[in-house]
């Protein structure tokens, strides 16, 4: 199979006749074989019978039920497991990522990228909606370095090899690009269409807000101090223990050049706590570093991967080979 289209889908049950057709339309028209795969993620709206009719009716069609709403990346996280594409393309159910785009991924990755995101350059949606949208990326894009407008678009091109260790929880489907760019893989972006919603109504709502401000405080420890975190946490202690140190030296000049008391000021008491603080992130990077050892132990990997190996012998090989044809 050469493309696998994957879309989650939650309660969606009036965009999905639409959807399959313009998927449809646009996979006609490609030279390549294709495959769509819904992952119906626990919908309570009759959305499952239609897919099911959708797969009697479309060889092409395959349908992965849940046994309940796991949420968008768990969903992602099934269709990349048992789609078959060397390029999968993800979308959302709701109508508003347009199929008539995938062409256009697929030849921003045939240039060489490994992953195309999505970029909603003219989104249709409400001003409340979009703002913190704008917020969120540039944030994303400022800590991790993967610069990126639009983390949130699930219209995304991933070349198969560059998803098939990402292990998503949580909400860390839209910061794949970040896990592809950290194996060495070549990302960009290119403006898709975005259209208005047309059924239903919108799954985020304030919630998320939170669960992917968690998610990034987690990927910035990873990007920074997965394989080190006595660094990252005894740096905090560290500093912890210079203000602790530079707290009780200001509580000493007030008492010796200004006769006040130390019962008399806070400061005494703030430097014990932040002292305490220190220790406690000290503790707790050594700790970390623990578990870091046993986890790259018990797992066997190497914390690399090779792109390629190039040897004398492979070449003259090759070399040969090509003369006898």
Known sequence: ??????????????????????????????????????????????????????????PRVQVLHLRRNY?????????????????????????????????????????????????????????????????????ISSLLGVRLHDYGCTLKAYRREVIEDVRLYGEMHRFIPIYAAWEGARVTELPV?????????SKYGLGRISRVSLDLV?????????????????????????????TFAWAMVLKFAYGLS????????????????????????IVAEVQARIYFEARGKPPYKIKSIVKRSTVVRSTVLASRW
């Open 1 to 58: 199979m050469d493309i696998s289209v994957v879309v989650p889908v939650y309660n969606e049950v009036e965009a999905l006749s639409d959807l399959n057709q313009m998927l449809t339309d646009a996979l006609d028209q490609l030279p390549q074989s294709a495959e769509i795969v819904f992952v119906d993620d626990g919908s309570s709206d009759g959305s499952g019978a239609i897919l099911d009719e959708l797969a009697h009716s479309d």
């Open 71 to 139: 949420g968008q990346t768990a969903a992602l996280m099934a269709a990349f497991q048992h789609c078959a594409g060397d390029v999968v393309i993800a979308m959302d159910a709701d109508g508003q990522n347009d199929p008539a785009d995938i062409p256009r991924l697929l030849d921003k990755l045939a240039e060489g990228f490994d992953v195309v995101s999505g970029w909603r350059t003219h989104r249709d949606d409400r001003f409340s909606r979009r703002l913190p949208s704008v917020v969120a990326n540039r944030l």
């Open 193 to 201: 269409i975005h259209h208005a919603r047309r059924h239903g109504k």
């Open 218 to 246: 987690i990927l910035y420890f990873i990007d920074r101090a997965f394989d080190r975190p006595m660094q990252f946490f005894g740096k905090l202690g560290l500093a912890f223990w210079g203000v602790s140190l530079l």
């Open 262 to 285: 130390l019962i008399q000021t806070p400061l005494p008491l703030l430097a014990a706590t932040v002292g305490l603080s220190g220790v406690l992130f000290i503790l707790l990077g």
